[in-house]
């Protein structure tokens, strides 16, 4: 018997079965499918608990939303604190919570960024993002990377992959463009007939597999968008807030963009939340029509105080220091890890602890994935690249539980590699 | 005000606090692999940037707390960075130490994280002092400075930090608490992240530094007798007594705080005593002096640090405008007795003892009131009397014959000089020395079976950390090249140049 009190399972089969009866079959079977049979229960710092008991090593968190550990404490304190006294709010009215978080936020991104605009979720802010550049180009043309994702809200799903927008009759080609990462040709050719409103980026590509953009591919995008008179939009939801080492992982290019998409990690995972950042130039339709975009629950008060505690934390020089350490210290040990299988552990993508491991197999990151889990660390493949996984680890680690993180992932990389070689002779003996 | 009533559960910085240890923890990770040449670099620089500073932070330190004299704040400035750091130089406490003989490789191990608490008397040079001790042991340092003292300690701190990261300390090596408060405190010795707690200041401070369920090094307060036997050279004795008292206005923890004079010799010690500046209270304005710099029997806060002349003024008392040093005569060391109490400002007590055995037990009675295991001082000629002296009084260190001020904090003897005076177990503390480098690091041994049979392997060349053959050839661990001779020779001219400061100093 397994009673939470507010609601309680016979046992993890049954859980399991009404996961697939009330909520969602398909998601509920992949899981169990792919080896990894987690239902998350009790949640702290960087560690999670299966059902079952299990302690898992959260190096996935769920893209950077739990950047800052599971309930730390100073946001748990934060959002009590809040209660007290806010509630949501009223999205109609001038607010004293998110005129404040707007303040904070304007003051940590590159200096032509002037005001803020919230959702709830990233999907949403892509959105606003998206309407924003419309209004301000009076174009409709999005131009993305392939195997871009952005979120699976209205416009943002028709940016990313097919295997987003196809499901529901989401894909428009005529207005979202897709060209390849790392080729500022193909992005000149999709700009020169400036009809395109912006350029939606991922300062790194989370979903692809965290590949690294080449030396002056952002600012060759930023200098093409200036010249055929587009807007830059940065999405910042998984690299930004310290995880590349500084607050937003644009400004390491030294790229102002014009507008700035911030999600996940500012919530805390504690009280959804999303930010769009916005110049002066993109701030004309809250001056026209300031009713533009409505949302009852996007900037909640309480999100934005959450999320002002969130900003303060990340801006921290002591975890801007133990970010830098924590990064060098994963290079070396992943390093090492790779000395051994160089063969199957083919590639380290790395900028701060926002890291990718690729695998010499079109699904190796999916074996390895599941090796990790029986190891007890949860990080999740790449679904637009399978070879990669992403490996996402916190800001707030002790070199202790970096040293755990590496030994634990050096013998799940080991048997993947022993499964990987074993599928190999299958192979060549059928 | 805010407008909404918040309760909280932790003191406010104690989770950005924490974050500071944490950050250490990374630093100290890193440090433990430097090598000696790296630290002595460091050293080097962060030695030179805070003498540097010696006279500027003497100045502010007296303008934030109002207390001690500048010129003698200089003094334990440079003592406490270019002067430690002579001492130390030519130590190490980096490299492995081979023994042949015993068949033991001992590798140097440092703690990690030092929580280090500076008092408000002495805020720079106990700053500079722990500071440059975690340098020289490859520490990462955290310092809360007493909140009396924080504006200009936070200064020194970061000026440390950036000297010694320039010279390539880790980042985050060497931190400071701006805000310091007694909860935070609290908060950050208990915190699992701190190896050890250094702990100066009030007794309340170092029990809770034991009680923090960490390591801890902290020192008790001191009540030093000073003893002028019947075989002193009495003029010589007055004058140590006199330059000591009067010493950054007598608040280290090592300044006299009652002479014990053997009647034989008490009116020429008086003589003497006035002759350098001692003014000694008339009998019938002891009661006043007692009023009003005890009242209800404790030593008046406002007044630690102050001269002679503003203590004079708060006793309501007419005195030479030349006086250094009050001087209050009384008759019985007991502890209802505020004189014979410690005292952090220019004013002596005077005990006259018809003998030796006497005097012994004044001094002993002394340290039952308070100061046990901390120092005491004696200016004799007789080896037999300054043995008896040290055997029977309860302190772990007498100076002979020299100011204790300085005597005892290692810069007129060759004690090791300090900031940090272990009390040992009569003063309820872990050390019994003056803090030495030493002490923040444990030695890692590493044992080869006894038998004669067995062959001890051959480390040289080896460098701890490193599995791989190097590609080019290491220095061998220990031996290190000699430092140049013109290095030395700088080196022994700032020595001199410290030493002629001092004597001018003592002198005037």
């Known amino acids: ?430 | 005000m805010s407008m909404i009533e918040l309760e909280r559960r932790d003191p406010p910085g104690a989770a950005r606090a924490a974050m500071m240890l944490q950050r250490a923890h990374w630093a100290a990770e890193t440090f433990a692999r430097y090598d000696r040449t790296r630290v002595v670099r460091i050293l080097d620089a962060v030695a030179e940037a805070a003498e540097a500073h010696a006279e500027r932070y003497a100045e502010e330190a007296v303008a934030e707390t109002g207390m001690g004299v500048v010129e003698h704040k200089v003094l334990k400035n440079r003592m406490l960075s270019r002067g430690l750091w002579d001492h130390y130089r030519d130590h190490d406490f980096v490299s492995p130490r081979i023994d042949h003989d015993a068949k033991i490789l001992e590798l140097p191990r440092p703690a990690g994280v030092i929580f280090a608490l500076t008092p408000v008397t002495n805020p720079v040079a106990t700053v500079y002092f722990k500071v440059m001790l975690a340098l020289m042991t490859r520490n990462a340092i955290v310092v809360s400075p007493h909140p009396g003292a924080k504006h200009v300690c936070a200064d020194a701190v970061r000026m440390l930090s950036d000297a010694a990261v320039r010279a390539g300390a880790p980042d985050g090596c060497i931190q400071i608490v701006e805000e310091p408060s007694i909860p935070l405190i609290e908060a950050l010795m208990t915190d699992p992240t701190t190896d050890v707690v250094v702990a100066t200041g009030g007794g309340a401070v170092v029990r809770a530094a034991y009680r923090s369920g960490n390591p801890a090094l902290g020192v008790g307060p001191g009540n030093v007798p000073s003893f002028v036997d019947a075989t002193a050279d009495i003029a010589a004795a007055a004058r140590h007594i006199i330059d000591s008292k009067s010493f950054d206005h007598s608040i280290l923890c090592t300044n006299e705080s009652v002479v014990i004079v053997e009647e034989e010799v008490a009116d020429q010690l008086e003589r003497e005593l006035r002759k350098h500046g001692g003014h000694i209270v008339d009998a019938s304005e002891v009661e006043q002096v007692r009023e009003h710099l005890f009242p209800n029997g404790h030593m008046r806060l406002d007044l630690i640090g102050k001269s002679a002349l503003e203590l004079a003024e708060a006793a309501q008392l007419k005195v030479p405008a030349n006086t250094r040093v009050l001087i209050a005569p009384f008759s019985l060391v007991v502890p209802e007795e505020p004189l014979a109490h410690e005292k952090l400002f220019p004013l002596l007590g005077l005990v006259r003892v018809p003998n030796t055995r006497a005097g012994i037990s004044a001094a002993q009675a002394m340290l039952r009131i308070t100061g046990a295991g901390h120092s005491a001082s004696i200016h004799s000629r007789s080896a037999r009397t300054i043995m008896a002296y040290g055997a029977a009084v309860k302190v772990l260190r007498v100076s002979v014959n020299v100011g204790n001020s300085l005597g005892s904090a290692g810069a007129l003897t060759n004690l090791s000089p300090t900031m940090t005076i272990g009390t040992g177990f009569y003063g309820r503390s872990s050390v019994g020395e003056n803090l030495e480098p030493r002490h923040l690091i444990n030695l890692m041994r590493v044992a080869y079976n006894a038998d004669a049979s067995v062959p001890f392997d051959d480390f040289t060349g080896l460098e701890p950390w490193v599995l791989e053959a190097a590609a080019t050839p290491i220095a061998a661990p220990v031996e290190h090249a000699p430092a140049a001779p013109e290095t030395d020779l700088l080196r022994e001219e700032i020595r001199k140049v410290i030493l002629e400061e001092l004597k001018e100093l003592t002198r005037q």
């Not at chain 1, 055929?228 to 937003?248: C, F, H, P, S």
């Not at chain 1, 939340?273 to 029509?289: N, P, Q, R, T």
């Not at chain 1, 133990?322 to 993508?349: C, K, N």
């Open chain 1, 1 to 430: 018997m397994y009673d939470y009190g507010f609601f309680s399972y016979d046992s993890k089969a049954d859980m399991l079965e009404r996961s697939r009866a009330f909520w969602n079959p398909d998601k509920t079977d992949f899981w169990q499918d792919a080896g990894i049979d987690l239902v998350i229960d009790r949640r702290e710092g960087y560690y999670l608990w299966d059902m079952a008991g299990r302690r898992l090593i959260d190096v996935h968190l769920n893209g950077g939303t739990y950047n800052l550990g599971h309930r730390n404490p100073e946001l748990i304190a934060t959002l009590e604190q809040a209660m007290q006294h806010f509630d949501m709010g009223n999205h109609h009215f001038p607010s004293l919570a998110r005129t404040a978080l707007a303040e904070a936020l304007v003051k940590t991104c590159a200096p032509n960024m002037r005001r803020v605009i919230y959702g709830a979720a990233g999907g949403e802010a892509i959105d606003i993002a998206i309407k924003t550049a419309r209004h301000t180009k009076q174009r409709r043309k999005i131009v993305s990377l392939i195997k871009a994702y952005h979120g699976h809200t209205g416009l943002a799903v028709g940016t990313g992959d097919d295997r987003f927008s196809k499901l529901f009759l989401a894909d428009h080609p005529e207005e979202f463009i897709n060209v390849p990462f790392n080729d500022l040709n193909a992005m000149e050719d999709a700009l020169k007939g400036r009809d395109v409103a912006g350029v939606l980026i991922e300062s790194i590509p989370a979903t692809y597999g965290f590949p690294l953009p080449e030396p002056g591919y952002l600012q060759g995008v930023k200098r093409l968008c200036e010249q055929y008179d587009t807007l830059y939009i940065a999405d910042e939801v998984q690299t930004g807030l310290m995880r590349t080492g500084e607050m937003w992982c644009i400004s390491k290019s030294g790229v102002e963009p014009d507008i700035m998409v911030i999600g996940k990690g500012i919530s805390g995972g504690m009280y959804p939340l999303s930010c769009v950042v916005v110049s002066e130039e993109c701030s004309a339709w809250l001056k026209e029509d300031g009713f533009g975009h409505i949302t009852t629950v996007g900037g909640s008060e309480l999100g934005c105080i959450v999320g002002m505690k969130v900003l303060e934390i990340c801006g921290r020089p002591e975890v801007r220091s133990m970010v830098h350490y924590m990064a060098e210290r994963f290079q070396q040990g992943l390093r090492q890890i790779q000395e051994i299988y160089p063969d199957w552990f083919v590639g380290i993508r790395q900028d701060g602890v926002v890291i990718g491991l690729e695998f010499n197999h079109p699904t190796g990151a999916k074996i390895v994935m599941k090796h990790l889990y029986a190891h007890g660390i949860w990080a999740i493949f790449s679904t637009l690249d399978p070879r990669v996984l992403q490996y996402k680890p916190g800001i707030l680690l002790s070199p202790e539980l970096v040293d755990e993180i590496l030994d634990r992932t050096e013998i799940a990389i080991g048997k993947a590699y022993a499964e990987w070689k074993s599928m190999s002779r299958q192979a060549v003996t059928a």
